[in-house]
Every structure is written in C-alpha cells, then in structure tokens.
DNA sequence: TAGTTTCATAACCATATGGTTATTTCTTTA
DNA sequence: TAAAGAAATAACCATATGGTTATGAAACTA
C-alpha cells in the first residue's frame, strides 16, 4: 500500500498551522506586507503573547521567517511549504474536476453485493 | 483589513484533517476505492475505534462520505471541500511563482530604516 | 541613566486530540 | 434462535493547543 504524505512531519505542520484562523489571518494580513506584533496583535481582540505563540507555530512550519530590525522582530511569508501542500492535495483534483466521484466506486460495490445476492439463488 | 478565510469552520476542519498523517493515509487510501473501517485499520498499527475516530473527522469536515452495505458502512472521498482549501492557499501563488518573495518587503523596510537613520545627521 | 517599547518566556488553565480497552448495537449467518 | 462480525460508543488517559496574566530581556529614547 502506497501512503503518499504519511509520515511527513512538514506536512503535519503546515496543515496544523492553516488549520486555526487567526494564523489564517496573519498570513493573509503577511501577504500585504511584513508586520510585527503590535501590526499584527492590534485588529485581533487578543493579547500580544497569543500572536507571539501563533506566530512560533507559523515559523515551526516554515509558512513564516522572522527578521529583526531594531527591537521589532517583523515577520514576512515564506509560502513555499503551502506549495507543498497544494502538491499533496493535487493527488485528489480528479474528485473534484467534475468527471470522477468516489461515490461511483461505491455504488459499484453495492451493485456488486446485488449480484452476489442473486447468484445465492 | 481584510481577513480572507478568517472565521471560515470549514477551512478549519479540511485543514485540522489533513494535519494528521493517519487521516492523509486513509485519503489516499481512498482514492484508490472506497473501503471500510476494518479495510482501513489493517495497515495501521491501530485499533478499529481509532479509525472509527478518524473517519468521523474526515466526515465532519466533508472529505468522506459513508454509505451502508449489509453491516459494513464503506468510506468514500468527496474531495470538494479540498478544493475550498485549495483555493484559499491559491491567494498565496504568487509567493512560490519564484517572481515574488515577501522578504523583498522586509528588505525594503530595513532600507528605509536605515535611511531614517542617515536622516537624523 | 532612567524610562519606554517590543517581544519572549514562564506559569497556569480549560478544552481538544489521539490513542487505548471494554461494551453495545445492529446485521448476517449457521 | 444463537453465534459471529462490523462498527459505534463510552470511559479513560496523556499530551497538545490556544488562551490568559505576570514577568524578563533587549533595544531604543529622552
């Protein structure tokens, strides 16, 4: 049995980080420039520690760098991983292109036990 | 600001899904027939309730539908909320298209800090 | 040098997650 | 009808996650 993407630690990181919205946010709000905290704690109603972790799972996963210019540590995208992502899920763009579902294969089954069903007689 | 994706439950849960490696397996599985529970606990190293558990959560956030054959109830793919994923990360192309990277901004900003600093002479 | 700003870290809390074993429910079959 | 099979559910456990407040450490600024 083949297990494309089992088993790959980036993936788990990049999907676990996509996966909360405020870290959603941040990386849209990351693909309109480069923020620091403040930037980037201010539209949310939450606390600067809060943005600081999501913002250690960002760069956990690579979807993020930081810099430092001064004090301020402002961080700037590195989308790369999510292309990585995008390349896994591409595995499954005939399930969606309109010409293949996965239920036909299970109607196939069901129609199968029929026969078996019959062939009982 | 604008927050694309932000407070979207159902990109939560395609990507809270996909942030497991077991639930990656059992996609992929998938999409090569549909299966059930015990079809897909063999090649884990896993008990049946744990696959159970996680075919509720692809079908909560719509990667799986089940059917019921007899007592069996087979899994089968409905990658369409994939596609809703892929289509949130598509904003980000242009960040892995090799023409952009969201360091130039963070370069520039340091530039222009570092221009601020000549200004106060 | 003293104060302010930016950010990180620590300690804590509530809830979610991923696993287990034991049990129950439903369905098929002998 | 009794036994067996497939899957769900319950109860439990350890760890991870997402948040908080309080504090600490650098780096600017007056």
Chains 1, 2 share one sequence.
């Not at 999907?15 to 480069?34: H, K, N, Q, V, Y």
């Not at 390349?87 to 292109?97: A, K, N, P, V």
């Amino acid at each position: 049995m083949k297990l494309p993407g089992y088993e790959n630690p980036e993936l788990n990181a990049v999907f676990a980080a996509l996966a909360d919205p405020t870290r959603r946010a941040i990386l849209a709000r990351l693909s309109e420039g480069e923020a620091n905290v403040r930037d980037l704690a201010e539209p949310f109603e939450m606390s600067q520690p809060a943005v600081s972790k999501h913002l250690k799972v960002l760069e956990a996963s690579g979807l993020i760098e930081r810099g430092q210019v001064g004090q301020s540590r402002p961080a700037y995208l590195k989308a790369a991983p999510m292309k990585e992502a995008m390349d896994w899920m591409e595995q499954f763009s005939r399930f969606w292109s309109g010409s293949f579902d996965q239920l036909d294969a299970l109607l196939e089954t069901m129609k199968s036990s029929e026969e078996d069903d019959l062939k009982d007689d």
